[in-house]
């Protein structure tokens, strides 16, 4: 053993459980962010406010998704925007079919339009997910517009005129709320699944794949079938986001239903934020969609949010290239080491072993 | 004793470079077998063929009798076969315990894969008692990328351990680490074989498999020239002709 002992000597001695200390602040922050958006249209009367809010919540919850596929395995999808256009047709075309008139009782077609999202992403997943990196990039890239072209051409979804969804007949006041609420839940419903994802062990094979997929297959992993089901997740998520934004806009285009924009926004929030970690995405999407919602409202110019986003994501790949959230941790960490050295005293002697459990505590609930 | 694995005339060309060209080796169970030969004689392309990472041209492997030509890696694995790489290959961005974790074995649908934890209790301490045993412990909560290349070496072996491999496959164990590094190596796998672990060694250090190992085979050219005992391989005119001839290299580069 003293070979190996003498040998296991870090280069920086980092803190025993400081995942779990991290782990407890961010669920502490998110719980209080998430009290705080459920107050929101509680204390915010205004409808130019909480159809900002709408918008948001549903970008947070697909940022999220997209993350918890993409951000955890490394398939970078710019495709995502196939399952926000299908969750928007399914609910849009359902409700025409079934006569629904506007009202709750279409918000039940919201899982219903992610469950026909994580349909399609079964073939999708399985063309796509046998190619790695840039292939797959592009191969989801060129999904995308396969699923554009059919919107456009196919009968049932109207063509280039689109489909009109019911109107619900809500008094302006309060006529957000409703779509506020359900894209809330949708948005717990995102956190709640893809914070278990990470937790389990399907949620560890994805990060593998990550980091080596093949070292990983020879240990067992079978990685088309972990890939599938992350996908097929992101892609339940992603469409209930499409319905809802459907429902709430009351008209849908396919060039605005499976939308280029949404599939490079959801992976720009993610970046922004942090691609792979759990707050990133939330916070991206947090910050950047109400800025885009403003900035096109304010100036009614539909693109000068696309000028913002450029510069902002060009200052944090230049000053922070990991995203918000992986950055921020750093300097925590930084500053608590920092105070650290300062307290202890600066004996000249060999540096003291810190004391260390010998078995980790099982912070993130074993079973 | 009986053979735990045999390969019979495997042939494999990448293009027009002949890998392998019907190499034929056994391996005994509880046995620990040497495969050495100089550079690009197809050592690692047969342990690629073995566990599913290459598919070979021609020939078959079997597996306690079975054929498992065909099988992929992650059914090579969950059979029975671990195996470490030669450029060591962890997971960098995962911590030290998760890396562990990665290999654990269970039978489950997908559906339970996606709902259950990591890891139970008793698989973490499983985890935890096997980084013990490799040295590793005070790591645990490290991310694996911040390991030296040696402590990579310790942890590729400890997380291949988790899943209790019937036989273990190591390309060049014993490459680029310090020599008291290598002494613990060696006594980890002589401790494991005791427990009946079966092992297949690819090696330059002539002096770690010539302790180590109960038969050598000599690998030239894609094809396995000469199998016996240590001591009889080391003499055999053949294995100086095909061999000896670049052992000064190999130490060179190697150690």
Known sequence: MSGA??????????????????????????????????????????????????????FMACANAWNGFSGYSGYISLGNGVFYGTGAYVLTYAALRLNMSGGWGVFWLVPLAGIGAAVVAVPFGFVALRVRRHTFVVITIAIFFVFQLLAFNLSFTGGSSG????????????????????????????????????????????????DDEDRARGLGVKVLRVKMIGFVLAALVTGMGGAIFAYFVGQ?????????????TVALMSFFGGIGTLSGPLLGALLLEPIEQYLTIQYSIGSVYLIIYGVLFLLVI?????????????????????????????????????????????????? | MTDLLAVENISKSFGGLQALAGCSLTLEEGSIGGLIGPNGSGKTTLFNVVTGYVRSDAGTVLFRGRPVTAAKPDRVFSLG????????????????????????????????????GTA???ERARAMELLGFVGLTRLWDNPAGTLSYGQRKLLELAYVLVAEPTVILLDEPAGGI???????????????????????????????????????????????????????VRVDPRVLDAYLGSVEEADDDGE
């Open chain 1, 5 to 58: 002992t003498a040998e296991v000597e870090p280069a920086v001695p980092l803190g025993v459980g400081q995942n779990a200390t991290v782990r407890r602040v961010g669920i502490g922050v998110w719980t209080v962010v998430l009290v705080l958006l459920a107050l929101f249209p509680l204390v915010v009367t205004n409808p130019t406010y909480t159809s900002i809010g709408v918008f948001t919540l549903i």
């Open chain 1, 163 to 210: 489909l009109t969804p019911p109107t619900p007949n809500w008094v302006g006041a309060t006529f957000n709320d409703p779509f506020y609420y359900v894209a809330f839940a949708v948005l717990v419903f995102s956190i709640l699944l893809f914070w278990g994802v990470r937790r389990s062990r399907f949620g560890l094979h994805l990060l593998a794949i990550r």
């Open chain 1, 252 to 264: 849908i285009f396919p060039q605005f239903a499976y939308d280029p924009v949404f599939d490079v």
């Open chain 2, 178 to 232: 310090n020599p008291t590094l290598i002494g613990e190596i060696r006594d980890r796998i002589v401790q494991l074989n005791k427990e009946g672990t079966t092992f297949l060694i690819v090696e330059h250090n002539m002096e770690f498999v010539m302790g180590l190992c109960d038969k050598l085979t000599v690998m030239d050219a894609g094809c396995a020239i000469v199998s016996g005992p240590p001591a009889e």
């Open chain 2, 81 to 116: 076969i671990g195996r470490t790489f030669q450029l060591t290959r962890i997971f960098g961005r995962l911590t030290v315990l998760e890396n562990m974790l990665v290999a654990t074995q269970r039978r489950e649908g997908w559906l339970r894969s996606v709902v259950r």
């Open chain 2, 120 to 122: 139970s209790a008793a």
């Open chain 1, 318 to 367: 230049i000053f922070m290239p990991r995203g918000l959230v992986p950055s921020i941790g750093d300097g925590m960490r930084r500053i608590r080491v920092n105070r650290t050295q300062q307290s202890a005293p600066r004996a000249a002697g060999p540096p003291v072993e810190p004391s260390r459990p010998e078995v980790p505590a099982i912070a993130d609930g074993g079973q």
